[in-house]
């Protein structure tokens, strides 16, 4: 037993001391200078055994899926040995610099980092508030992401909160990182906020709000809808695997939002929360960006973590990861009573409607868009399709062959779970190669050969009246008695969870967002990103146009007076009857008993057994 007790007091020792020789990373983050927007970041890196080391910015923010080049907001690299002394450093590329230590066992590297936007992938200083997307403005040292590290706020007004997913230290104003991923997973919102919470499977989950008291949102009502909706996921996936939740909201003139581990982001127009639609909005993209808690974060393709920050990480997968993360919480608003059974088919409807008026439908499928996203075109609803809308209908039809198929023994939330247990609890991603089909395959025991060659992997008309017909359901179609021109303009929910346009929301009602390829206006030469200042010599404002072109009958022609840069000039576009339709989900008063009974499997779901 001595012997024993010796060993392991060796061991100890041992561990104690690789310990000590191993690097240690500390970040500190200095708000001193809110006037100028100049965020200060300190590198501690302690232990250094390396002659060389290389820090590099990201490249690109997990959740969002484009390049944007932070490091192009930093400036006055330097580093610094323990004696003070400024070490040489050299820039490999646009995000790496390179450190000679020569000998130095501990290295502070200083920068700073310019941040201007409170996006939800930038950063922002002001002397109203800090927001910090971790990718924006902490680097991290090559080979060394999966150290542990410290972060330190320093210069934090005394009347300001940091609200953040990190770990908090006994030290004010001090968090824990597992590693570098962990730390810039975890957004910071700082300034005077406002805290809420609730529980759900005891777990606390908190709403920290910057400018509440210049908004109208309805706090109780807010709180009682994301406790609803948290509950439904778990009642979906049966357990709440982090120990709390925090929602990060601004309000402020501008709506985004970006999903993190135990965290999301959100941003929201402070004066909306009246208008039903607006409130629906919000709501919306909350429940959207909890839900990829699960799906994305935990749920994911193998090359969505551990990341590599520096390039692209390419998937076909992005329909799994965004267009499902559309599809749930659509059908869990209907089942938690947040939304009617008419709220739920008139939005499937609308994301229906708007992909069969999209050209390049014809010609790029579920996977090929999921690459695409990464290098959007300057015209996307003339050359791309979404995979967050086609995504979403694939989820939609996917979930009602399964209920058919299996006479309603199981559905895609079914699949959901099995990924979950399959992949999540044993720490890796599923296959980038092969998708989920063959994970489908196994919940439903039979082959999804034939549906994922046609509807992800190509481009074939999706049978929607076949896959309704299983649950009841009728898809009705009517004739757009409008005129038809190709131009859109209109600030429309279902474009902008579609695409990117927040920055395009912003232009007047009267500027062109897009021009249907082959539709007489784009034959008559009017482009993206005119501004309408006229039609048939009537002055427009405010998206006015619309009423007046509604008035002109179909055959006749439209004198377009635009605004194209410094020009101005004038479009004559004849007016035809449009080629698309409007489409709508109705229950089909013959449906059978059976169709019927797995409608209601279909909307109500399933029960799990929770933890």
Known sequence: MKRIFSFIWILLVFATLTQAKEIRLSYELSLSHPENHIFGVNVMIR???????????????????????????????????????????????????????????????TYKVLGLYPDAAACYLGADRAYVNGAAVFMYVEGRKNLPATLKVVHLPDDWQIATGLTSLPEPNQFAAKNYDELIDSPLLMGKLKWFSFKVAGIPHYLAIWNLADSNMPVKRVLHNFQNFVRQVYQMFGELDYTKYVFLIQLYDNFDGLEHRNSCTLSYYPDKFNDPASYD??????????????????IRPNILGPFNYKRPA??????????????????????????????????????????????????????????????????????????????????????????????GEHNLADVMRYLYRKYYKHGIGFSEK????????????????????????????????????????????????????????????????????????????????????????????????????????????????????????????????????TRVLTKKVPLIKSPFKKYGVLEDPTATPAQIRLRNLWLNGKKVHLK
């Open 434 to 565: 092969l998708g989920i089909q063959r994970d489908v395959e196994a919940v439903a025991g039979s082959s999804f050969q034939s549906f994922f060659d046609n509807y992800v992997r190509g481009t074939t008309d999706i049978p929607y009246s076949k896959f309704l017909g299983f649950a009841g359901l009728k898809l009705v179609a009517r004739e757009d008695t409008m005129p038809y021109t190709g131009i859109q303009t209109f600030k429309s929910k279902s474009i902008s969870r579609v695409y990117d346009t927040k920055r395009e929301l912003k232009n007047s009602q009267d500027s062109i967002k897009n021009v249907i390829m082959g539709s007489p206006a784009w034959q008559a030469g009017v482009s993206k990103g005119d501004v309408i200042l006229a039609v048939d010599n009537q002055t427009v404002t405010d998206g006015n146009w619309v009423a007046i072109i509604r008035k002109k009958s179909i055959g006749s022609t439209a004198a377009f007076l635009l605004r194209r840069g």
């Open 47 to 109: 232990n250094n055994s390396q002659k060389f080391l290389e820090l590099t910015m990201p490249a690109w923010t997990p959740g969002t899926y484009e390049l944007q080049d932070h490091a192009r907001n930093m400036f006055q690299f330097t580093a610094l040995n323990e004696k003070g002394d400024t070490l040489s450093t050299s820039r490999m590329d646009f995000d790496t610099w390179k450190i000679t230590a020569s000998g130095s066992k501990n290295i502070t590297i």
């Open 281 to 298: 909005d919000f709501t919306w993209v909350g429940f959207h960006e909890y839900f990829h808690n699960f799906n994305v974060k935990r």
């Open 314 to 407: 390419y998937t076909k997968r992005l329909w799994i990861c965004e267009g499902l993360t559309d599809y749930f919480p659509d059908i869990l608003f209907q089942r938690d009573g947040f939304w009617t059974k008419k709220r739920l088919y008139r939005q499937l409807s609308e994301e229906l409607t708007l992909f069969q008026t999209l050209p390049a439908r014809k010609w790029m499928s579920l996977e090929s868009s999921s690459i695409q996203f990464w290098h959007l075109s300057d015209n996307k609803l003339n050359l791309e399709i979404s995979y967050y809308n086609k995504g979403e209908l694939v989820g939609w039809m996917l979930d009602l062959e399964l209920l058919h198929r299996t006479n």
